[in-house]
């Protein structure tokens, strides 16, 4: 069973913190991705990246950074926290996709609040 | 930009009950049309999912259509059970996957 972590479920952090949220991913997969979630918008696509030391921006990247440097692993960086990045963030892996199918694997989820 | 809207934002029923959620998406190249359903606390997990050479898929009491004509594409949901109440998303794929807003499921027994 592939199982993505993150490393928190709750986080309070107040605005202009640098905050850090940590993923892993059990199954060698190359692919990782960061999305928030906010009602009625669905997921939204932060940042991702297709190998160790890439990364790509997607559609809501500002604000946001985020470092690969173990494949195994994708952090999302919040520089200096704002109120309106108070969201929950999903963590999401996957494999090099075959004939355009992409099963993407989701962690729990960090629900993160800025005060 | 792709974008995939879709339909209703909360869907109630009665146990037993079929339920649909639709879905639509502009990039007529997507050719992969995935459906998660995230429970309560937890992320998103694929249930079923339809490429767009094939018109229809089943599994058990879940079901995809799509009609790549009117891009539009939709998940089944026959004799629904309490346990089927989660948030569903539609996606679709062309270079990356694009999910919809999602879906409120509440089955009442």
């Known amino acids: 069973d592939v199982k993505v972590t993150q490393s928190s479920r709750y986080l309070v952090k107040r605005t202009g913190e640098k905050v850090f949220l940590e993923c892993v991913q059990d199954?060698?997969?190359?692919?990782m991705f960061w999305y928030r979630q906010d009602p009625g918008l669905g997921l939204r696509l932060i940042y991702f990246?297709?190998?160790?030391?890439?990364?790509e921006k997607g559609d809501i990247p500002e604000g946001y950074s985020v470092s690969r440097e173990k494949k195994e692993r994708f952090s999302l960086i919040l520089e200096s926290a704002s109120t309106n990045q108070t969201s929950m963030y999903l963590c999401?892996?996957?494999?090099?996709?075959?004939?355009?199918?992409?099963?993407?694997?989701f962690g729990p989820g960090t629900r993160l609040l800025v005060l | 930009g792709e974008n995939v809207e879709q339909h209703p934002s909360t869907l109630s029923v009665q146990e037993g009950d079929s339920a649909v959620i639709k879905c639509t998406y502009s990039?007529?190249?997507?050719?992969?049309f995935p459906w998660y359903k995230q429970e309560l606390g937890k992320g998103p997990q694929l249930i079923i999912d339809?490429?767009?050479?094939?018109g229809e898929k089943k599994d058990q009491r879940i079901a995809v259509t799509l009609n790549k004509t009117a891009k539009h594409f939709s998940l089944h949901i026959t004799e629904t059970q309490p346990e089927d109440s989660a948030v569903y998303f539609c996606?679709?794929?062309?270079?990356?996957?694009?999910f919809g807003a999602g879906t409120r499921l509440a089955v009442h027994p």
């Open positions: 999401a892996s996957s494999l090099v996709p075959s004939g355009g199918e992409e099963t993407q694997y």
């Open positions: 199954m060698d997969h190359e692919n």
């Open positions: 990246s297709y190998d160790v030391k890439m990364k």
């Open positions: 990039d007529s190249a997507s050719n992969y």
């Open positions: 339809i490429r767009s050479n094939v």
């Open positions: 996606a679709a794929r062309y270079n990356k996957l694009i």
